[in-house]
């Protein structure tokens, strides 16, 4: 996908959407760490349902920690993985208060040294609650970069690498929100919903599907 396509595309996708932001609850750096640590294999409905019970009780690192890993355990059980999420949960909340003052830490390296924490949940903190211009690779995001044509590439580190350099800089902030919103609700795995997409004549998909008859 040329430059100018590039441009278009996402000048749509503001036109459409001109705020975007993530569907995970949260009002604080913390939160929203945590709820993008159980947000792993789940969905952002299943996280939210349990965060609004247990952000109300635990909403820092120490009061976390003073749960304990069988009360956080009682709030989380709804999502999968939940034995490890509350582990990692515990562990990180251990060293952001023994660390960095019970606060979390505006800095890739500190991000990722976090139990649990890898390359993409740093790039959604990063982004999202320290504004930097950066790009998580989920599943959605991953699929609309290949299908579309606008950064093709076989792993996720190939596809984040290209999409910081082709996305013009005054995009780079919110493409990260707009690419997995049309991935979650229109460009979706199965089926792409080709016919009411709004960047369809710049896609270069090559097998655009129809509207279902009836």
Wanted: with cysteine.
């Amino acid at each position: 996908m040329n430059a100018a396509k590039v441009h278009a595309l996402f000048e749509t996708l503001r036109e459409v959407n001109p705020a975007p932001a993530t569907e995970l609850e949260y009002s604080s750096p913390f939160e929203l760490l945590i709820a993008v640590l159980l947000s792993a294999q789940a969905t952002d409905v299943g996280v939210n349902k349990a965060t609004r019970r247990l952000f109300p009780v635990a909403h820092t690192p120490q009061q976390m920690l003073d749960l304990g890993e069988e009360g956080l355990s009682a709030y989380i059980k709804t999502i999968g993985l939940y034995k490890t999420k509350a582990k990692h949960v515990m562990q990180t909340c251990r060293i952001l208060v023994e660390q960095h003052g019970g606060k979390v830490p505006p800095d890739r390296a500190a991000l990722e040294a976090l139990p649990g924490v890898g390359r993409k949940t740093a790039n959604v903190v990063l982004n999202t609650a320290f504004g930097e211009p950066t790009i998580a690779v989920d599943t959605h995001i991953f699929r609309v970069a290949n299908r579309t044509g606008l950064a093709p590439g076989k792993n996720v580190q190939i596809v984040e690498d290209k999409l910081l350099k082709v996305v013009p800089r005054e995009f780079l902030h919110d493409a990260h929100h707009w690419l997995i919103l049309h991935g979650r609700y229109v460009c979706k795995a199965r089926k792409p919903e080709c016919w009411h997409c709004v960047i369809e004549p710049l896609c270069e998909y090559r097998d655009k599907t129809e509207a279902p008859q009836g």
